[in-house]
């Protein structure tokens, strides 16, 4: 039996319905109830306010900061030169103020990739001159946009290696360039510029899928190699460690073999770039979390959502950086993370390890956008 | 000095006021009651609440008004002898006329406003002409309606300083005339939420939306300047005042009833301080009570939506004023700290205010002097032909007012030539 195809609209219509329906029980007075009970429920949930978040970050007993710790991330800037577009330039501005009023600091920043939107020195150094305004120190991972029109020849100079791991506080951590291509290029005679153009682009049939690539698991294989496997273990990543949506790239396509490096170890968090939303994953023991962008929101792939991801409301078309952003992360002392999501006029949503471990306990809310 | 109110102006329907009300020994500033009332009539005359303004679509108009207060002759006379008796106050010194007086375009024309004793409150007195057509009531809508509205500045201990509704109705209720006409309003004893009713009944009179602004819309290419047209262009387009200002025939008073965060008090208050001082007054009281005081007698005024909300995503933000007669009710902003539209203009064009809630559709707009002006001059065909000569005189004086000073603009970044976020060294306070 097939099953009857519901268009887009014909949803919309018929949620419309349902909620209007639902109204129509709601007179005024039990409606000021409900608002009443919803402003005692935030009362009491919002119990202190750190200077990062109003979130009601009162985590009893595992408030990092006593044992745990934090870093805050900004990711996915896409910056033009400000002559081209300076919309963009503001968002990584505002993120870096977001981060530098963050009382106490922040451990460490870590820079999710796509600083750049293709890849040019003039972008790249643009990106590196306002991150050097942070205050905490900068952790950078390579974004696809910031690699493919001279394969990282510039970012390197400025930034480093693209692979490399480091520990703090007990926690190791290792920063992967997972946005690596097969050759696509040469055959077709691409300049570097249509190169780049063509991994820029969505829906695009002529480049390959990303993936950490065989050296690249060569190297996190003997990194981790080193590591006691009680060591809670948190990757970095520019596309998501698994597969989501092929057309956009939300996808790494050796997910599998990198997975299986991980999975030995008891507490491994990823924590990816590229998808420009609130994401949440859980593979076995390996808790995902997607970050969000200071450049702009993507809409949620038509298919292959997780299930244990809470989509974030959809952008308001009149606040040009509605649904962007910037973020931190709790670890607790357990080295489990905790993902807080600073949506620029929502209010925060945290995605605890607890919701991620369990799909049940600390569910975000479905609706983060109650201040409209 | 005493006069005696002529019969013929105070009659509106069948109950005469007489000149049963005292005149207050200090009237903070305001205009004579008995001048304002002279003022009003003309103004009023001919408005059928019933059937509702020419200019709002019926059915909008009569979804506004609540079931239980439909306007009656009876409840607009009760409310308007309520909006002008002193006696609501404490020490008998301030009416609603106070601080929305008539021959002041319906507001004070102060910065922020002054109550009993002297007193100064922390937010701008928003005009109460075309206030029915609100969203809702309060720069932070903490009040859904003017039956609402109207009775807590009554209990304010800045504004009218009356400890709650009962004192304030002991204070009118041995006045005979008084009784009778809550008789004849609402069939009962004079009670404060009654006196809430009426006054908002009175509100739904002040419906002023008659403007050359609408003449142009109907077709007279006359009626406003070719400046103002270009006014016009540039705000639903480059200047991006329609995403919250938005002026067509569904929303003709130009507000979208929401809560934005546009910088203002950035400028002089660190909001993460100010939201935890609330929320700790709030834990041990989140009454109304508190919640007005908060609004209007501290700094914690500044926090806007949030205090009402709680929600991180509202501090600092607060409901976009309706734009009506905006040339004709300076000064400006939540808190009156902007004298001239020249001001408001520079405000917006340098993209507000960073701070970290800064509402994502404020940013720098590069309006050129000529654009500013044009738009200056478009706000000035909102306001009711009715205050065209009240129009006249503001716009000369912003005019002057602008070309002596312009504190708010900022060149480099209205032009981008300096970016908000980085326009303070980050990290520093606002």
């Given amino acids: 039996m097939s099953r009857k195809h519901t268009s887009v609209e014909t949803r919309y219509m018929e949620e419309r319905e349902q909620t209007l329906r639902g109204l129509e029980g709601l007179s005024r007075r039990g409606f000021l109830k409900v608002s009443a009970a919803a402003a005692a429920g935030a009362a009491t949930l919002v119990g202190g306010m750190s200077r990062h978040s109003f979130l009601p970050v009162r985590i009893a007993g595992a408030q990092p900061g006593d044992k745990g710790f934090r870093f805050a ?33 922040p451990d460490f920043v870590l820079y999710g990739g796509d600083l750049a939107q293709l890849g040019q020195a003039s972008e790249l150094q643009l990106g590196q001159q306002i991150l050097k305004t942070l205050k905490a120190p900068l952790k950078m991972m390579v974004g696809e946009h910031d690699w493919f029109l001279d394969l990282g020849d510039k970012w390197r100079e400025l930034f480093g290696p693209e692979l490399y791991s480091f520990d703090h506080k007990g926690v190791h951590f290792v920063t992967l360039m997972s946005v690596v291509e097969k050759d696509f290029w040469t055959e077709r005679k691409l300049t570097p510029m249509e190169r780049m153009k063509t991994v820029a682009g969505l829906d695009n049939g002529a480049q390959r899928s990303f993936e950490v690539g065989e050296a690249g698991r060569k190297w996190l294989a003997d990194d981790l190699a080193k590591v006691p496997k009680s060591t809670p273990l948190v990757v970095f990543s520019h596309s998501p460690l698994y597969k989501l949506y092929k057309k956009w790239n939300f996808w790494t396509d050796d997910a599998e073999p990198v997975q299986a490096l991980l999975k030995p170890f008891q507490r491994v968090t990823v924590i990816h770039g590229h998808t420009h939303q609130i994401l949440t994953n859980r593979i076995g023991n390996i808790h995902f979390h997607g970050m969000l962008s200071t450049a702009w929101p993507w809409p949620y792939a038509p298919e292959g959502l997780p299930e244990l991801t809470i989509q974030m409301d959809r952008p308001d078309p009149f606040n040009p950086s509605d649904g962007c952003g910037d973020g931190s992360f709790d670890v607790h002392p357990d080295g489990l993370v905790d993902s807080i999501y600073r949506l620029w006029n929502r209010n925060p949503v945290s995605v605890k390890a607890s919701y991620v471990a369990t799909g049940k306990t600390d569910r975000p809310p479905t609706n983060s956008r109650r201040g409209y | 000095m005493r006069r005696t109110l002529p019969i013929s102006i105070l009659a ?38 019933a059937i509702g303004p020419p200019w709002v679509d019926p059915v909008i108009w009569k979804a506004s008004i609540p079931k239980d207060n439909e306007p009656t002759a009876a409840r607009i006379a009760l409310g308007r002898k309520l909006y002008f008796d002193p006696r609501l106050s404490k020490d008998g010194t301030v009416a609603c006329a106070t601080c929305h007086d008539t021959t002041r375009a319906f507001t004070d024309l102060r910065p922020t406003s002054e109550g009993i004793g002297g007193q100064v409150g922390r937010r701008n007195s928003p005009t109460t002409m075309n206030a029915a057509l609100l969203a809702s009531q309060f720069w932070d809508g903490r009040a859904d309606r003017l039956e609402d509205q109207a009775k807590l500045p009554i209990t304010n201990p800045i504004e009218m300083g009356f400890p709650d509704g009962a004192a304030a109705v002991a204070a009118i209720a041995g006045d005979a005339e008084y009784i009778q006409m809550f008789k004849a309003a609402y069939n009962r004893d004079p009670n404060y939420d009654d006196i809430g009713r009426a006054i908002a009944s009175f509100e739904r009179v002040l419906i002023f939306l008659d403007a050359p602004f609408d003449a142009f819309l109907r077709g007279d290419a006359k009626a406003i300047s070719e400046e103002a047209k270009r006014g016009w262009v540039l705000y639903n387009g480059k200047g991006r005042c329609n ?170 970044l209205a032009n981008r030539r300096r970016m908000p976020f980085a326009a303070t060294p980050a990290g520093s306070k606002p």
Wanted: one cysteine or more; glycine letters at 8%; a negative charge.
């Fill in chain 1, 73 to 105: 991330y900004i990711s996915d800037s896409h910056l033009y030169e400000e002559k081209v577009n300076d919309r963009f330039v503001r968002g990584l501005l505002r993120a870096v103020d977001d981060v530098n009023r963050m009382d106490p600091q």
């Fill in chain 2, 243 to 412: 995403s919250c200002h938005p002026l067509n025939p569904a929303n003709p008073i130009g507000s979208d009833g929401r809560f934005h965060n546009v910088g203002v008090s950035a400028r002089h208050h660190d909001f993460l301080d100010l939201a935890n001082k609330a929320l700790a007054v709030l834990a041990k009281s989140g009454s109304e009570a508190t919640l007005d005081v908060l609004a209007v007698g501290s700094d914690t005024s500044e926090l806007g939506r949030f205090l009402v909300s709680r929600l991180e995503s509202d501090i600092g933000g607060f409901r976009t004023p309706l734009i009506r007669n905006a040339g004709i009710t300076a000064p400006y902003m939540h808190d009156g700290s902007m004298q001239t539209l020249w001001d408001v203009m520079d405000h917006y064009n340098r993209g507000g205010e960073a701070n970290p809630y800064l509402d994502g559709g404020i940013e720098p707009l590069a309006l050129s002097e000529q654009e500013i002006a044009d738009l200056v001059a478009f706000t000035f065909t909102l306001t009711d032909r009715r205050f065209a000569d009240a129009n006249a005189t503001a716009f000369a004086k912003q005019r002057d007012q602008a070309k002596a000073k312009r504190p708010f603009r900022e060149d480099d």
């Fill in chain 2, 12 to 49: 509106l329907g069948a109950c005469s006021i007489g000149n049963a009300q005292p005149a207050p020994q200090d009237l903070h500033g305001a205009a004579p009651f008995q001048d304002q009332l002279l003022r009003l009539e003309p103004l009023i005359k001919g408005f059928d609440p």
